[in-house]
T-cell receptor, first 112, second 112 residues
Framework: DQQVKQNSPSLSVQEGRISILNCDYTNSMFDYFLWYKKYPAEGPTFLISISSIKDKNEDGRFTVFLNKSAKHLSLHIVPSQPGDSAVYFCAASLSGTYKYIFGTGTRLKVLA | DTGVSQNPRHKITKRGQNVTFRCDPISEHNRLYWYRQTLGQGPEFLTYFQNEAQLEKSRLLSDRFSAERPKGSFSTLEIQRTEQGDSAMYLC??????????FGQGTRLTVV
């Protein structure tokens, strides 16, 4: 039972353009969401998060949007850079629990 | 702060052998997680420690798997009687009370 879904396994974007990575979840009780980035041969690194009381959180070039009614979140990267090429994982958690539930990831390739 | 350290980075073992992995978390982090990642999937939660107490175990963690965190510092994950299906990347993460989870580089296990 995949509670967090990333339906696009891969995405290619031209350098300087916007990258939009999508994530859907099924459990309406999730109240905290995160994005992690993973380069080959490295562990995932935290990128940005959002609480369910917000609908947007911004950090530099990265913005996460949350649509609770649609159980959907997205990560926008503007402008995209070749160094952003990595696998991006969406994750969700519930208050009172300790673990993150991860999606299957989207491989982003930013073309120079 | 040297980050989360995992050893070994790679392990090749014969089916039926026992293996043990070690994780050294960030020193001030009291929370420690083990995740497993297979090809094309996101990290899957295995177990969680708060200090030395193991507070949650996934049903993915069969009785061949055991994890410990003596004295609330480093942690070990042991797999007994390894099977080919155990081949995966084993990721450790640590977390403080007000931080996100920081992941190590992982231990890649190959069971032949």
């Amino acid at each position: 039972d995949q509670q967090v879904k990333q339906n696009s396994p891969s995405l290619s974007v031209q350098e300087g353009r916007i990258s939009i990575l999508n994530c859907d979840y099924t459990n309406s009780m999730f109240d905290y969401f995160l994005w992690y980035k993973k380069y080959p041969a490295e562990g995932p690194t935290f990128l940005i998060s959002i609480s369910s009381i917000k609908d947007k959180n911004e950090d530099g070039r990265f913005t996460v949007f949350l649509n609770k009614s649609a159980k959907h979140l997205s990560l926008h990267i503007v402008p995209s850079q070749p160094g952003d090429s990595a696998v991006y994982f969406c994750a969700a958690s519930l208050s009172g629990t300790y673990k993150y539930i991860f999606g299957t990831g989207t491989r982003l390739k930013v073309l120079a | 702060d040297t980050g989360v350290s995992q050893n070994p980075r790679h392990k090749i073992t014969k089916r039926g052998q026992n293996v043990t992995f070690r994780c050294d978390p960030i020193s001030e982090h009291n929370r420690l997680y083990w995740y497993r990642q297979t090809l094309g999937q996101g990290p899957e939660f295995l177990t969680y420690f708060q200090n030395e107490a193991q507070l949650e175990k996934s049903r993915l963690l069969s009785d061949r798997f055991s994890a410990e965190r003596p004295k609330g510092s480093f942690s070990t994950l042991e797999i007994q009687r390894t099977e080919q299906g155990d081949s995966a990347m084993y990721l450790c993460a640590s977390r403080g009370w007000d931080t996100e989870a920081f992941f190590g580089q992982g231990t890649r296990l190959t069971v032949v």
